[in-house]
């Protein structure tokens, strides 16, 4: 079992609509997650930090965090072709502890 | 604030030979971390120093080797290189100083260096 696992994709949304990307991680005392978008031959852009459970909005983004089910989410709301790119999942145990990244969903906007 | 700069952007290299990349981290962070990102395999953790100390390291075998000086910058060296080694290598930093859920633990990468190994 990986330790961060995504959908490779490609997930394909219509421009406009909410775009959902879903990771699940192994490590049961797991405290930091992040999401990175990553355009084609680019370096990867942190987008969205959680800590706790819940949802944290910034502006189109929602992050949503379930320790219990080791679970965590991206929503993208009012998806732009500008979104297409690969989202990378990221998980933490905190300080001194490496950070390991799932292999990305691709995510493509169609218009 | 300036990002995390990396040098240089670009390299070529033939097999056997060796390369040293550098990495400047943003200022007053304490920790850097290096990947190799490939097609096929993703992004690949190598190491990660924090105060000049190695504090992880990922499974890749000991021609990869890295340093950090006492600013923070730091380097990573590939000995003997080989055709596999080309790949877009990556360094991110974060302040890396809280235990538990922090945004000190966020990690900024570089733009990269891209290494063509022939």
């Known amino acids: 079992q990986k330790e961060v696992e995504q959908n490779s994709g490609p997930l394909s949304v219509p421009e406009g609509a909410i775009a959902s990307l879903n990771c699940t991680y192994s490590?049961?005392?797991?405290?930091?997650f992040f999401w990175y978008r990553q355009y084609s031959g680019k370096s990867p852009e942190l987008i969205m930090s959680?800590?706790?459970?819940g949802d944290k909005e910034d502006g189109r983004f929602t992050a949503q965090l379930n320790k219990a089910s080791q679970y965590v989410s991206l929503l993208i709301r009012d998806s732009q072709p500008s979104d297409s790119a690969t989202y990378l999942c990221a998980v933490n145990r905190g300080s001194a502890s490496k950070i390991i990244f799932g292999s990305g969903t691709r995510l493509s906007i169609r218009p | 604030k300036a990002g995390v700069t990396q040098t240089p952007r670009y390299l070529i290299k033939t097999r056997g030979q060796q390369v040293t990349l550098s990495c400047s981290p943003i200022s007053g962070h304490r920790s850097v971390s290096w990947y190799q990102q490939t097609p096929g395999q993703g992004l690949q953790f190598l190491f990660e120093?924090?105060?000049?100390?190695?504090?992880n390291k990922g499974n890749f075998p000991g021609r990869f080797s890295g340093r950090q000086f006492s600013n923070s910058r730091s380097e990573m060296n590939v000995s003997t290189l080989e055709l596999g080694d080309s790949a877009l290598y990556l360094c991110a930093s974060s302040a890396g100083t809280l235990a538990g859920g922090s945004s000190y633990n966020e990690q900024f990468f570089g733009p990269g260096t891209r290494l063509t190994v022939l």
């Open positions: 959680i800590y706790s459970n």
């Open positions: 120093y924090f105060s000049e100390t190695q504090r």
């Open positions: 490590d049961r005392v797991s405290q930091s």
